[in-house]
């Protein structure tokens, strides 16, 4: 079953076809998650940061869902979460597409479910095709400008669609998994100067460089929201301090683990 704002659009269409029970509901009218939480035994939820609706109260938004899932019955909730930047820096960085969904963490611990799991998205390789396609360089060529260090490989990065494989493991699993458990969805730990090089290898021509962070801020709107994200990921990296446990309690959970950029981006960004 799966909750759609609009179950007529062609990704709803989509899934229904594919067998999907597909329901009207919005995580912005908490009411309206008794059609995808009753009944359920489990459920994933995940908010939006981006979505303009959700951005300034994605915290609020969050633990409404997780009220309301509680409220409905549902026996295992999946929250997919990120690490608490602010808390981590000391308030200096706050990043708040990634705090934002840290701080319902607690409102899942307190909920009373029987089961309860954390799932943590990596940065997703897709970005590449997206907000992170190569763009022109000041200096020439082709590629990104980017305002942390090129050589620092802190960056925990995976392709989005297979979070789903930890998040059906995890209900797969039931018992067998620790209440509370954090799985960090992860295909590889790497830094900018590893993506230039391994897509080069692959036939692009591609740079990197790095500016200053006031530069940064200047380059397009809510940048300095992704500039303290990189700045965070140079201190503490994408999943911060418990990163390798949480690795790998995903990794065992999913057989095969999960596809290093390498073989994605072999099949995903050919060189024109």
Not at 65 to 72: C, D, L, N, T, W
Not at 146 to 164: F, I, K, L, S
Not at 177 to 206: I, K, M, R
Request: hydrophobic fraction near 45%; glycine fraction near 10%; aromatic fraction near 12%.
């Amino acid at each position: 079953r799966v909750a759609s704002r609009n179950p007529a659009g062609d990704a709803a269409k989509a899934l229904a076809r594919r067998g999907v029970e597909v329901v009207k509901a919005d995580l912005l009218d908490a009411a309206s998650l008794r059609l995808p939480f009753e009944g359920a035994y489990g459920a994933f939820v995940v908010t939006n940061f981006w979505d303009p609706a959700q951005m300034p109260r994605e915290t609020e938004i969050g633990a409404a869902a997780v009220k309301a899932a509680r409220s409905f019955g549902v026996k295992h909730l999946v929250w997919s979460t990120l690490p608490d930047c602010e808390s981590l820096t000391g308030g200096r960085l706050k990043v708040v597409h990634f705090t934002g969904k840290a701080r319902v963490d607690p409102a899942v611990e307190a909920a009373g479910f029987p089961r309860y799991t954390f799932v943590q998205a990596p940065m997703y390789f897709q970005n590449f095709l997206t907000m992170n396609t190569p763009q022109p360089l000041p200096g020439g060529g082709r590629g990104w400008a980017v305002p942390m260090d090129p050589a620092a490989r802190v960056m925990h990065a995976g392709d989005v669609t297979e979070v789903g494989r930890a998040v059906a493991a995890a209900f797969a699993a039931g018992d067998k998994v620790p209440n509370g458990t954090y799985l960090a969805v992860c295909g590889g730990v790497y830094s900018w100067n590893d993506f230039v090089a391994t897509l080069n290898a692959q036939g692009h021509e591609l740079q990197v460089t790095r500016v200053p962070p006031e530069a940064y801020d200047s380059f397009f709107p809510g940048a300095r929201e992704l500039r303290e994200m990189y700045q965070y990921y140079e201190q503490h990296t994408y999943f911060g301090p418990e990163r390798e446990k949480r690795i790998a309690a995903a990794r065992a959970l999913v057989p095969g683990g999960f596809t290093g950029f390498a073989d994605w981006a072999k099949v995903h960004m050919k060189p024109s």
